[in-house]
């Protein structure tokens, strides 16, 4: 019999899993989750209710930009750097790809979310 992680409580979207949040049980639950490692530190994308299982598909690296909040935007193309602000237009985590409105110019980038939450845009995001 193979395990399967379960939610202990009601855990909302949004929010971090913690060890206290979900549990394995005894039963083979097709696309749950079989490690209480594979959910941990990671954000909730939905709604876990008690007793149901734990998907991939419902979780996702925890946010580090959140929707009209102000970044950095950063544009690297061989020696030469640019930086400038920018609005969030979308919550996005590491290594996501997130729409972003540069605040001179007005203009809505596609740019990826780099570690230490600056906005990477242009060819080589």
Known sequence: MADSLIATRIVRAQSVLSDTD????????????????????????VTLYPGR?????????????????????????????????GRALARAGLGDVIRVMNLSSRTVLNGR???????HVGANQ
């Open 113 to 119: 979310v780099a570690n230490d939450g600056t906005v």
């Open 53 to 85: 299982a734990v998907r991939a598909q419902d979780l996702g690296p925890p946010a580090l930009i959140d929707r009209n909040q102000i970044v950095t935007l950063v544009y690297r193309v061989g020696g030469l750097g640019i930086t400038a602000e």
């Open 22 to 45: 979900v549990t394995l049980v005894a039963a083979k639950i097709p696309g749950a989750l079989t490690e209480t490692s594979q959910a941990l530190g990671l954000e909730a994308k």
